[in-house]
């Protein structure tokens, strides 16, 4: 099957640094990535659709200049939070999905973003 | 709106059979998926349904009923492992999937 990897698992920062978190696709090429956040006990939040060689979509209510989101290759997509502030301490998730008209999305195992 | 209910949490007893439930009101429909996810981990895949009917996989079968806006996922012989939160996710006419909150599924012995 597809896998899909995020470096790091977790990190903590102090407020006011800025993350950047790295999602891989390892055996696939991911023409389209998905950015997802999960604070605890609630579901998952689309906040970004990145799409190789494109700006990123970003979501209703996701600030682009916070987000940064880059999608330089067809197996890297990297989100960086910038000057983190501890409200954006959540767990962080990408997915992916093959090309073509297969829906599956292929998940991360996620980062959990603690920011001091 | 889009909105995707299921129930917030259940409890079962292993070795028994539960259903969890999803409804749903999408702009247009592209599939329904479950995903399992367990505390501190990402979902991971279950079903993808986008056809009405039983897709049966093992200890795990899902439901759609396209008409109804509905779907269930059935787990038999329930094992401790199962312990872990259902995600419904529906994928609208963009191709974009929503999520349910979840189901937080307990298991006891």
């Known amino acids: 099957g597809a896998v899909v990897s995020q470096h790091p698992s977790w990190v903590i920062c102090k407020s006011g640094t800025s993350v950047k978190i790295e999602c891989r696709s390892l055996?696939?090429?991911?023409?389209?990535m998905f950015w997802y956040r999960q604070f605890p006990k609630q579901s998952l939040m689309l906040m970004a659709t990145?799409?190789?060689?494109?700006?990123?979509?970003?979501e209703q209510g996701v600030e682009k200049d916070k987000f940064l989101i880059n999608h330089a290759s067809l197996t890297l997509s990297t989100l960086t939070v910038t000057s983190a502030h501890p409200e954006d301490s959540s767990f962080y998730i990408c997915?992916?999905?093959?090309?073509?008209?297969?829906?599956?999305?292929?998940f991360g195992p996620g980062t959990r973003l603690t920011v001091l | 709106g889009q909105n995707i209910d299921q129930p917030t949490e259940m409890t079962a007893t292993e070795g028994a059979i539960v259903q969890i439930n999803c409804t749903y009101q999408t702009s247009g429909f592209n599939g329904l998926f479950w995903y399992q996810q367990h505390a501190g981990e990402a979902p991971t895949f279950l079903s993808y349904?986008?056809l009405d009917g039983l897709e049966e996989k093992g200890r795990f079968s899902s439901f759609l009923s396209r008409s109804k806006g509905y779907s269930y996922l059935l787990l038999k012989e329930l094992q401790m492992k199962d312990s872990a939160s259902y995600l419904c996710?529906?994928?609208?006419?963009?191709?974009?999937?929503?999520w349910g909150a979840g189901t937080k599924l307990i298991i006891k012995p």
């Open positions: 996710a529906v994928m609208d006419s963009n191709y974009q999937l929503i």
């Open positions: 990145s799409n190789e060689g494109s700006k990123a979509t970003y």
């Open positions: 997915s992916s999905k093959l090309a073509g008209d297969y829906n599956e999305q292929f």
């Open positions: 055996d696939f090429q991911a023409t389209t």
């Open positions: 349904n986008v």
